[in-house]
């Protein structure tokens, strides 16, 4: 669904607030622009419940290898201004400009002739496939398989218990 969203022939523009987690990741990522409010951080913490990163596994893309790995090792959080460092969203803004923000960006993009602007995203996604996007996107989405088949063999479930619960004493001791 994530490879049919990003190549939606309208430019899409996604609008950040609060905790970006996971799922969320993956309906950021496939907008052509992210537009992130101060208040939004960013989360992928997938790893400890076992599973190698979300279906739609963008995070090399978005962040280059390192950070990606980084990111993905420790389940950290990323401010929007740490995002916007990485250059894994266009712009960060007040909370309460969001709105706007992206509707006068969706304003000023739909006066340009929509042609052009198909053509314009379809050249950007044929770059990014002709790299390797699609190769590499299929080859983890089947790691990302294995991993949920693994944890069912082994727990029961398809995820790692581990990675569920905090960790440390529970309420009732």
Known sequence: ICERWRNLPKPTIAAVQGKCIAGGLMLAWVCDIIVAADDASFQDLVVGMGVCGVEWFSHVFELGPRKAKEWLYTGDSMTASEAHKWGMVNSVVPRADLDATCLAMAAKIAT?????????????????DAAGRTQAMNAVFSLHH??????????GIPVDPAGLAPRGKNKAG
């Open 112 to 128: 340009k002739p929509m042609f052009a602007l198909q053509a314009t995203k379809e050249a950007v996604n044929q770059v990014q």
């Open 146 to 155: 294995m991993c949920h088949s693994h944890n069912v063999q082994v727990f």
